[in-house]
């Protein structure tokens, strides 16, 4: 059996962060199968990278200069995730995710690991986009669970939205429920009693919450432009000093 490297190897023997592991997945150039909640990557598929001369794109520099330097936004996502019990993801202009998912319910997890299931999250998440930038602040995936969308603004300029949810704003009629699931079942090939006891598991937002929920994504969208902010402050400041190195 091909030996299985954790993500932290993978990230050492490539020289990338751990969000650049995450898009290679995403778009095949990395091979990886869930053992629990951990990624785990076949050694003789990280060596065929490492002799091929494909591209593995970010670096320090340039994660600190991407629109949404990972490693300082999604912890803050992580957090808002853990504490509010939602999903929650960021996506850039054109509806690509930026960071991980954070705390997706069971049911989004079995979409996630089928291939078709996946590019349909994907494609969803362009039309997610396309949706906000049309005003719309509250959201319904292509399997039917709800979402809140807020935008992230950096210097005045639009650069993201901060989407939370992942869950139900009402219970579903079991029979519609089982409708749609037979539906998704066969769509994805995911087995239907998978998919029938995730379904049970996903949050539901009391009637008296929504109003709440609804206003959450903004405060956590404002924690996110702190940091940008914080960040092009960093970065003026740096390039400031590099501007004494410079011989007139």
């Known amino acids: 059996m091909d030996e299985l490297l954790t993500t932290r190897q993978v990230q050492d023997l490539l ?95 079995l979409l996630w690991k089928s291939e078709r299931g996946r590019t349909a999250c994907l494609t969803n998440w362009q039309k997610f986009a396309q949706q906000a930038a049309e005003g ?34 009402q219970p579903v009629e079991s029979a519609q429920a089982q409708q749609r699931l037979v539906e998704l079942s066969r769509q994805f090939e995911i087995p239907l009693q998978a998919l029938q006891n995730a379904f049970k598991n996903i949050p539901l937002i009391p009637a008296e919450m929504r109003t709440r929920v609804n206003s959450w994504p903004a405060v956590a969208a404002r924690a996110v432009e702190g940091i940008l902010r914080e960040r092009t402050s960093f970065i003026e400041r740096l390039q400031q000093i590099a501007n004494l190195t410079q011989i007139s």
Request: proline letters at 5%; aromatic letters at 8%.
């Open 15 to 109: 020289k990338v962060d751990r969000i650049t592991i995450y898009r290679m997945l995403q778009d095949g150039r990395l091979k990886g199968v869930k053992i629990g909640q951990q990624w785990r990557f076949p050694r003789a598929n990280v060596d065929r990278l490492l002799t091929s001369g494909t591209s593995f794109e970010t670096n320090a520099a340039a994660e600190l200069t991407a629109a949404f330097p990972a490693h300082c936004v999604q912890p803050v996502q992580d957090l808002f995730a853990e504490v509010s019990g939602l999903s929650a993801v960021i996506l850039d202009l054109e509806g690509a995710p930026q960071t991980e998912i954070s705390n997706p319910c069971d049911f989004c997890r």
């Open 136 to 169: 719309k602040n509250q959201l319904t995936c292509h399997a039917g669970l709800n979402y809140w969308v807020h935008p992230v603004v950096e210097n005045s300029k639009l650069v993201g939205w901060f989407i939370s949810g992942g869950c139900l704003q």
